[in-house]
């Protein structure tokens, strides 16, 4: 079910409301979690922008693009076929392959920000209804949240996908420019380096089967799991 | 195609309110299990799951469905190391499927699965609890044989846990390597260590204080790890290691704390020899 007004944009169709869901500007709360990358930096484990660089990689691969892309786009397949019972379905799934509380918590509560408004946009929409019921219990991970509403808002799952996974590295680059610190230009330099990888990942992203995908990133489990506890930190996750 | 064998281990374990007995099995090798032993004397079930056949080969499937039933308590451990050897093709798969009743604890304990080099394993874990549930079980994933320096030298490892309460998905961790896409040693993956353990706890009400005492083993162990909880009845431990004898002591240590702090019971030494 396509909501009025999709595929609105001069262009490539759609394209306002990719960059307005994608967009750093959207509600999430995105800006304060670093995904386990804070203790890095905590414990010295990344001081400077190759292994920053590095980092970045590995997370785009293991993580983005690893395991959650290819829930956005199990989920915007869902959402295409109105299939409610199978968006939750993956919904759960990815919570259960979160293996720390705060990767958890910090996945349910940028979902929650962005259902915020999202919910509003598409009131009708029963995929819309079906997210608001998760919404307190168990939770609407971002990914679910963010793959049925540009889904509704007529966007096909390639770009649903490629627009999560950008805008997931470059909150992370904008982690590493607080925490290294990286200079504003080293890192439009090093997101804008790193477009291939990120076509790369998407592609695959999109052959995915859910049953394929791997969550094994135990060093970044642990730093997670160890931010709970630092001393002092700038970031929620 | 390579032609395995097929071993099946079906037990249900039963509590009459005292001890808990293996009320009904059944067995076909090469998977085998060992008459139960109340090792802690408070009627628990020990066992020790075996492969008569020493390894685990190519088109090989081993089974194993156990039921603690309600108020039962059993401890499974296995004799030696799952060994996992060189594959020409096809691969090998292992299917555990655990069940655990209301007010019923399980304690399952593996030695690690060693995967030679050039092998191809596919493994499953599958755990089914119900909210008074008590659960303790660890999954160490070795390098393989590590003291010949053959590291990760595996064509494949796929290796999936999920952990149901009362119907819902609460876990699912999912490896899957391929160690010739170099993709181990990155950065947030397995970094520069050999050997890693994952180790899952439900239970009603675990106290906060264990995760203090999880960290403090941790830190006199030297090894890099932490416990989280998942949810208010369910925490998680995640360790890497670059000696395996350090964190097989390490990982009993935990769960020598977690039955102190959460089943109120001593530890004990699991003997194999």
Redesign the interface.
């Known amino acids: 079910m396509k909501a009025d007004g999709a595929g609105r944009g001069f262009g490539h169709p759609g394209i306002c409301s990719l960059l307005q869901f994608a967009g750093g500007t959207f509600p999430t709360g995105a800006f304060s979690h670093s995904f386990g990358f804070e203790t890095?930096v905590y414990e010295n484990?990344?001081c400077d922008l190759a292994?920053f660089q590095?980092?970045a990689?590995?997370?785009l691969?293991?993580?983005l693009g690893g395991t959650e892309a290819p829930f956005v786009a199990a989920v915007c397949r869902h959402a295409v076929d109105g299939n409610t019972e199978r968006i939750r379905e993956c919904n759960?799934?990815l919570t259960?392959?979160r293996?720390?509380?705060?990767s958890?918590e910090a996945s349910i509560k940028t979902g929650k920000a962005f259902l915020r408004v999202a919910a509003a946009l598409f009131p009708d929409a029963p995929e819309m209804k079906c997210l608001l019921e998760l919404q307190d219990c168990?939770g609407v991970n971002y990914a679910t949240a963010f793959g049925v509403t540009l889904t509704l808002a007529g966007l096909d799952a390639a770009d649903v996908v490629s627009a999560y996974v950008f805008s997931g590295l470059s909150s992370l680059i904008q982690c590493g420019v607080k925490l290294i610190p990286l200079g504003n230009t080293e890192a439009q330099f090093l997101l804008f380096r790193m477009q291939d990888q990120v076509t790369d990942v998407c592609a695959a992203a999109l052959l995915t089967d859910l049953s394929?995908?791997?969550?094994?990133?135990?060093?970044?489990?642990?730093?997670?799991?160890?931010h709970?506890?630092l001393p002092s930190r700038l970031y929620i996750s | 195609m390579t032609q395995g064998a097929t071993g099946k281990l079906k037990l249900v374990f039963r509590s009459n309110g005292k001890q808990t007995s293996l009320a009904e099995q059944y067995y076909k090798l090469p998977l085998q299990v060992l008459p139960p032993h109340d090792q802690d004397g408070d009627g628990t079930a020990f066992v020790y799951f075996l492969n008569p056949s020493g390894g685990i080969l190519s088109g090989d499937r081993l089974c194993t469905e156990l039921l603690a039933d309600d108020n039962a308590s059993v401890v499974a451990t296995t004799t030696s190391n799952n060994k996992i050897y060189k594959m020409d093709d096809g691969y090998a798969g292992i299917y555990n499927d655990f069940s655990v009743g209301d007010h019923a604890a399980l304690e399952y304990l593996p030695l690690p699965t060693v995967p030679f080099a050039g092998s191809n394993l596919r493994q499953e874990n599958i755990f089914r609890i119900r909210g008074s549930s008590v659960l303790f079980a660890w999954d160490i994933l070795s390098p393989g044989r590590w003291r010949s320096n053959e590291i990760f030298a595996y064509d494949r490892f796929d290796s999936l846990t999920k952990i149901y309460r009362d119907g819902r998905l609460i876990v699912c961790e999912h490896i899957l390597v391929e160690p010739g896409e170099k993709t181990l040693t990155r950065i947030c993956v397995m970094e520069s260590y050999l050997t890693s353990a994952s180790v899952y706890l439900c239970a009603r009400g675990i106290p906060l204080s264990l995760k203090d005492q999880i960290q403090q083993i941790l830190r006199s162990s030297d090894l890099r790890g932490g416990m989280t909880f998942l949810d208010r009845e369910a925490a998680a431990i995640r360790v890497v290691a670059n000696d395996p004898l350090l964190l097989q002591e390490a990982l009993d240590a935990i769960w020598t704390a977690f039955r102190k702090q959460v089943l109120g019971k001593d530890g004990t030494k699991i003997r194999r020899y």
């Open positions: 890095y484990a990344v292994e590095a980092f990689d590995s997370y691969r293991s993580v759960e799934l259960a392959m293996l720390t509380k705060e958890r168990p394929d995908v791997c969550n094994f990133t135990p060093c970044l489990d642990i730093a997670s799991v160890k709970e506890d």
